[in-house]
């Protein structure tokens, strides 16, 4: 005992000789601890955690459900249901007649009052779809595969 009382001492006189802060190093065990309550950490501290995530929420509900389906009405969903089977079909029977086994080079179809033109030239597809109801007007370039 004597012995580490004239060890430290020594220690601690040599530090002040040579000016070495602090003396002896002491050092204590490392230890995590999550701050967010759900990993863990402090329950106090889901307000703060809350109040932060709500202010960097910047969605807002949208005032009308105009562009949303309701749930209680299964006639509407059927509906939508049906037209998008319908016309999916027909893409699809248009990509086979662009790029199907008898792919022609150039066609028109016409589904009510939209049109959908396409055009192979050179080494591109152009598929140009007019809505003449509206007037509207896109165009899609498609590289051409070489098989």
């Known amino acids: 005992m004597q012995r580490c009382l004239v060890m430290a001492a ?7 000789l040579w000016q070495i802060p602090g ?4 050092a204590g065990e490392l230890v995590y601890t999550p701050r967010n309550p759900s990993f863990g950490g402090n329950p106090f501290y889901s307000d703060h955690l809350l109040g932060i995530a709500n202010s960097n929420n910047k969605f807002e ?16 969903e059927f509906e939508r249901v049906i037209q998008s089977s319908l016309l999916s079909r027909i893409s699809s029977q248009i ?3 662009i790029y199907g ?4 080079d150039s066609g028109r179809f016409v589904i009510g009052s939209t049109t ?3 055009a192979k030239t050179g080494g591109a597809t152009s598929v140009t779809i007019t809505d003449s109801s509206t007037g509207g ?3 899609i370039q498609i590289p051409t595969p070489s098989y």
Request: glycine share 4%.
């Open 10 to 16: 020594l220690s601690f006189a040599a530090a002040s």
């Open 23 to 26: 003396g002896p190093a002491c």
């Open 61 to 76: 509900k949208p005032s009308n459900n105009s562009g949303l389906l309701s749930q209680s009405d299964p006639s509407k």
């Open 95 to 97: 990509a086979d007649q």
């Open 101 to 104: 086994e008898n792919a022609r």
């Open 116 to 118: 959908v033109d396409f």
């Open 137 to 139: 007007k896109t165009v």
